[in-house]
């Protein structure tokens, strides 16, 4: 009686899981079929109307599009424009190629041949302005005002600067056809990119013991020459300082403090406000103020990090600002690299001066106004005309020099 009961419970056991295991099955089946076509009902609603134009833009583009284009580059185009969309001349999309070469521009390396070429925009002609030495174009024999024929038997009228650059800091070798003045034929010179320093930082010792540094641009081992720069100068005896920041168009912020540290002491050079009011200071970390008069050159083209170096000076009363009213770039660009190696520069924030002067769209005005004569901008007359700039510096130093000589 007992196994018969037991055996009756058994298969009443048995039954009520086989539908209870149904039923579950079913109901969960439901469920993810409702969540599944959710899902797609969500995404046809989010990217009928862009995602899909994307695509038939995308496809039409690669089918039926005359010249040579690729998927790769139709996507970067994309994004280049959502950057473009911003109105923001300096917001910049880069390429993975492109932001690799921006990392090592502003380290102050690159892969080139040394020298420096300009482009006629009417011509379209290319000379060599500048060869530094010891490059590969000095090894190459390669000279300033060398006209630039062919590259790789390329006529580079052809061709604009940005692609003749971008062909030689592909690193492979790149013969040029040169035409030189004395030279009756173009002759050819094959030169091979190599790993360039460049040099930001040029100095010498002018008359009455003024030291004077030339700063072209603020890269990652600009600091590193200015202090070579400033050991050398005080070790030839420098009783003042002009520092030249004229068509300088700024570079990395972090160098420029740190070459504030040797003139200012442990001094607020800039900080930023961003949309949220979020403020970030930046301080000098020097011991001392320089010591001696100082003097900064600045003009139309000195810009961003240049004129917060001039409005710091400035604002703490270190030296004297001379020559014109400066260019009024006072933005941070944020910089940052998307995970497949491309990068964007957008804007984030202001700058301010120690004093709280918003320079963007101002500018820095000098203590001392001083302008060059327009025959300064003509190559052929530029070893003839006077720096008038350079000479109101040199004043103002000669006198606060003999101000302290009195004091002592």
């Given at each position: 009686?007992?196994?018969?009961?037991?055996?009756?419970?058994?298969?009443?056991?048995?039954?009520?899981?086989?539908?209870?295991?149904?039923?579950y099955i079913?109901v969960?089946?439901?469920?993810?079929?409702?969540?599944?076509?959710?899902?797609?009902?969500?995404?046809?609603?989010?990217f009928s109307?862009?995602?899909?134009k994307?695509?038939?833009?995308?496809?039409l583009?690669l089918?039926?599009?005359?010249?040579?284009?690729?998927?790769?580059?139709?996507?970067?185009?994309?994004?280049a424009?959502?950057?473009?969309?911003?109105?923001?001349?300096?917001?910049?999309?880069?390429?993975?190629e492109?932001?690799?070469?921006?990392?090592?521009?502003?380290?102050?390396?690159?892969?080139?041949i040394?020298?420096?070429?300009?482009?006629?925009?009417?011509?379209k002609?290319?000379?060599?302005?500048?060869?530094?030495?010891?490059?590969?174009?000095?090894?190459?024999?390669?000279?300033?005002?060398?006209?630039i024929?062919?590259?790789?038997a390329?006529?580079?009228?052809?061709?604009?600067?940005?692609?003749?650059?971008?062909?030689?800091?592909a690193?492979d070798?790149?013969?040029?056809?040169?035409?030189?003045e004395?030279?009756?034929?173009?002759?050819?010179?094959?030169?091979?990119?190599e790993?360039i320093?460049?040099?930001?930082?040029?100095?010498?010792?002018r008359e009455?013991?003024?030291?004077?540094?030339?700063i072209?641009?603020?890269?990652?081992?600009t600091?590193?020459q200015?202090?070579?720069?400033?050991?050398?100068?005080t070790?030839?005896?420098?009783?003042?300082?002009?520092?030249?920041?004229?068509?300088?168009?700024?570079?990395?912020?972090?160098?420029?403090?740190?070459?504030?540290?040797a003139?200012?002491?442990?001094?607020?050079?800039t900080?930023?406000?961003?949309?949220?009011?979020?403020?970030?200071?930046?301080?000098?970390?020097?011991?001392?103020?320089?010591?001696?008069?100082?003097?900064?050159?600045?003009?139309g083209?000195?810009?961003?990090?240049?004129?917060?170096?001039?409005?710091?000076?400035?604002?703490?009363?270190?030296g004297?600002?001379?020559?014109?009213?400066?260019f009024?770039?006072?933005?941070?660009?944020?910089?940052?690299?998307l995970?497949?190696?491309?990068?964007?520069?957008?804007?984030?924030?202001y700058?301010?001066?120690p004093?709280?002067?918003?320079?963007?769209?101002?500018?820095?005005?000098?203590?001392?106004?001083?302008a060059?004569?327009?025959?300064?901008?003509?190559?052929?007359?530029?070893?003839?005309?006077?720096?008038?700039?350079?000479?109101?510096?040199?004043e103002?130093l000669?006198g606060?020099?003999g101000?302290?000589?009195?004091?002592?």
């Open positions: 009686m007992f196994d018969l009961l037991r055996r009756w419970k058994k298969k009443a056991e048995e039954r009520a899981e086989r539908p209870l295991t149904f039923r079913y969960m089946g439901l469920a993810t079929g409702a969540l599944f076509a959710a899902a797609v009902f969500l995404c046809i609603y989010l109307g862009s995602f899909l994307e695509q038939d833009v995308k496809r583009l089918r039926n599009y005359l010249g040579d284009i690729t998927e790769q580059q139709l996507d970067d185009g994309k994004y424009g959502m950057v473009a969309a911003l109105g923001d001349r300096y917001a910049v999309y880069y390429t993975a492109e932001y690799a070469q921006q990392r090592r521009t502003g380290s102050g390396l690159y892969l080139g040394g020298a420096v070429l300009s482009q006629d925009t009417v011509t002609d290319i000379r060599v302005v500048e060869v530094y030495p010891g490059t590969p174009a000095e090894k190459a024999g390669l000279l300033a005002a060398d006209r024929v062919s590259a790789n390329t006529d580079v009228r052809e061709m604009d600067l940005a692609a003749l650059t971008a062909l030689i800091r690193g070798p790149v013969t040029f056809l040169i035409e030189r004395g030279e009756a034929e173009p002759f050819a010179v094959t030169v091979t990119p790993e320093v460049t040099h930001t930082v040029f100095y010498e010792m009455d013991g003024i030291g004077y540094i030339r072209s641009s603020f890269r990652e081992n600091p590193d200015f202090s070579a720069a400033m050991e050398d100068l070790a030839q005896g420098m009783r003042a300082l002009a520092i030249d920041l004229r068509n300088n168009g700024g570079g990395s912020l972090d160098a420029a403090v740190r070459i504030a540290s003139v200012m002491g442990d001094r607020l050079v900080y930023t406000e961003e949309k949220s009011g979020q403020r970030k200071e930046y301080w000098s970390e020097g011991k001392e103020d320089i010591g001696i008069p100082l003097a900064v050159l600045v003009n083209e000195t810009a961003s990090a240049s004129e917060l170096f001039a409005g710091a000076i400035q604002d703490h009363g270190i004297k600002i001379v020559g014109e009213k400066t009024g770039k006072g933005i941070v660009q944020s910089v940052l690299q995970r497949d190696g491309s990068g964007l520069r957008y804007t984030t924030a700058y301010y001066t004093n709280g002067r918003c320079i963007h769209g101002f500018g820095i005005a000098p203590d001392i106004e001083a060059l004569p327009p025959s300064a901008d003509d190559p052929d007359a530029a070893e003839t005309v006077t720096d008038a700039q350079y000479e109101a510096a040199r103002y000669l606060e020099s101000k302290a000589q009195e004091a002592a």
